[in-house]
């Protein structure tokens, strides 16, 4: 008998600790709204590029703070965080961004912290960029110029004329 009223203390000490449990997976529900609170971290990881297909067409200009990846026909100026121009795709405007990669054919000024063109890439226009990459048998027409900070640009740009027109 003693050796059985051992047991059953121990079984209720288990029952007493397996009810403890229960609140302890109470706590872990509050606990989930502190992991919903890590949720909104998690979106605030990068979301996925906004792809346009190389059936689009848009006319107009395009801003966003995210990725865009163009396959289509862009009339008009786009500012992204990352712009991949695709081998299909065709932008007539300006294009700004922090980092821009070109495969395909930009008719109009690239600004951009990291410009790089791949061997597919057509450019027309004016180049002003932090640094550059431009590979084997990409096709280039205008000028490039080196910035600190090229898409604050517009605004140093017309500044140094002036003050070159002064001293002369």
């Known amino acids: 008998m003693f050796s059985k009223s ?19 997976a109470a706590s872990p529900i509050p606990a989930a709204p502190k992991g919903a609170d890590m949720n909104p971290t998690t979106p605030k990881a990068k979301p996925p590029a906004s792809v346009l297909s190389s059936d689009l067409h848009i006319t107009g200009n395009m801003k966003t703070t995210g990725d865009i990846q163009v396959e289509g026909t862009v009339e008009g100026d786009i500012r992204a965080h990352l712009l991949t121009i695709g081998e299909s795709a065709t932008i007539k405007g300006e294009v700004v961004a922090d980092d ?27 180049i002003i960029h932090k640094t550059i990459a431009i590979e084997s048998g990409a096709h280039f027409e205008g000028s490039v110029q080196r910035q600190d900070d090229p898409l604050a640009g517009k605004s140093k740009a017309p500044a140094p004329k002036p003050a070159a027109a002064k001293p002369a």
């Open 6 to 24: 051992k047991i059953n203390e121990p079984g209720t000490k288990a029952a007493e600790t397996a009810k403890p449990a229960a609140p302890e």
């Open 100 to 126: 821009v990669v070109i495969n395909g054919r930009i008719v109009g000024r690239v600004r951009g912290l990291k410009v790089r063109l791949t061997s597919t890439a057509r450019v027309e226009g004016d």
